[in-house]
Each structure stands twice: as structure tokens, then as C-alpha cells.
């Protein structure tokens, strides 16, 4: 069950996988461009990566975006500007090298998950995965129908429904990864 503290009390977020909308793309580039605006020179390039960056893709309703940077350490003194924007900074948030924010609370709407420009490996493994799905309509069909039968299956619980589709990531990021070489 995932629960939020939100002004001492305790929200509990539901699942929710939807169908795919053009008001997702529109939604990365006008945050893209915020970002752009505080990140300056350090950045490199930002992606929009996960579900949503997917046409025809099911999704939960949450942009995912991937800054490349120089610098991944630069980042941390951009922390008081992403919060004025809405974001919450939580480090590396269990991924060596990476900067994670979240914006919503309770109900979300971005990740950014920056990587610095020397972070080859998880840079191409989120492109890469992003990039089968856009080039395979079957396997992205396949993939929101798994993440939608998930979230009917484990509304309140976002452990199982990450476990749930776990293998078949995975699964598209070997594919994808092989067709990048």
C-alpha cells in the first residue's frame, strides 16, 4: 500500500494506468524547458524516457524525464530551484550517480532522474528501453496491457506491481540494449 504524509495525515495513492495521451508530450516539453532554464550550461540534453514517452502506450500519468549533465555533483546546488518549481530532491535515491526529484504531492506528476554525461549505463539502459518500445508496437502493447492488469490487480501496492513487470523490463532492456549496438 503506498501512503504519503501530507500534513500529518496519511493519503493512500491508488494505481492508475491509463491510456496514452498526446497531453504527455506537451507536458515533458514544457518541463523540459523549466529545467533547461535552471540547470543552465550543465546540461547536456533531457530526455523524455518511461511509459509516457511511448505513443500508443498505457501509462500511469507521470512524466518521466532523463537530464543529462557535465557534472553529476553540479547538480546538488540546484536543489533550491527544483523545490521553487515544485520539486523534492532525494539524492541518488538507490541508484550510485544519479539524481532523482519527484514533483506532486500527493498526487505526482514528473520524475527527473539525472544522470551525469559519463553514466553510459544507465543513460542507454532508460534509451534504450524507450527506444524498442517506440519502434515495437507489440511489445508496447503487451507491456501496457501487463501494467494495467497490474495496477486492477494491486491498486494500493506499488511493491507487487514493480515485481509484477520486473522480468518483462528487463526483458526489454537486453532486447533494446542489443539493438543500440
Same mark, same amino acid.
Given at each position: ?8 495525515? *496519511?493519503? #493512500? ?5 491509463? +491510456?496514452?495521451? &498526446?497531453?504527455? #508530450? ?10 533547461? @532554464?535552471?540547470? @543552465? !550550461? ?8 518511461? $511509459? &509516457? $514517452? ?42 550510485? @550517480? ?9 498526487? !505526482? &506528476? ?10 553510459? &549505463? ?19 502493447? $503487451? ?8 495496477? +486492477?490487480?494491486?491498486?494500493? +501496492?506499488?511493491?507487487? *506491481?514493480?515485481? @509484477? ?17
Amino acid at each position: 500500500m503506498i501512503r504519503r504524509k501530507v500534513k500529518e495525515e *496519511y493519503v #493512500i495513492m491508488r494505481m492508475e494506468v491509463q +491510456d496514452y495521451s &498526446t497531453e504527455w #508530450i506537451r507536458m515533458f516539453e514544457a518541463e523540459a524547458e523549466k529545467i533547461r @532554464g535552471i540547470f @543552465g !550550461r550543465e546540461i547536456i540534453d533531457i530526455h523524455h524516457i518511461g $511509459s &509516457t $514517452s511511448v505513443p500508443g502506450l498505457k501509462a500511469k500519468p507521470i512524466i518521466d524525464m532523463m537530464p543529462v549533465v557535465k557534472e553529476i555533483e553540479a547538480v546538488d546546488a540546484f536543489n533550491r530551484q527544483m523545490e521553487e518549481l515544485g520539486y523534492r530532491g532525494l539524492g541518488e535515491y538507490g541508484i550510485p @550517480g544519479r539524481r532523482y526529484f519527484r514533483k506532486g504531492n500527493p498526487k !505526482r &506528476t514528473h520524475h527527473v532522474h539525472v544522470f551525469g554525461m559519463n553514466n553510459s &549505463t544507465d543513460i542507454n539502459r532508460h534509451l534504450a528501453v524507450r527506444n524498442y518500445l517506440r519502434a515495437n508496437k507489440a511489445a508496447a502493447e $503487451s507491456y501496457g496491457n501487463l501494467k494495467a492488469d497490474l495496477a +486492477d490487480r494491486f491498486p494500493e +501496492d506499488m511493491a507487487a *506491481y514493480i515485481a @509484477g513487470k520486473n522480468a518483462f523490463v528487463k526483458a526489454l532492456e537486453k532486447v533494446g540494449r542489443k539493438q543500440m549496438e
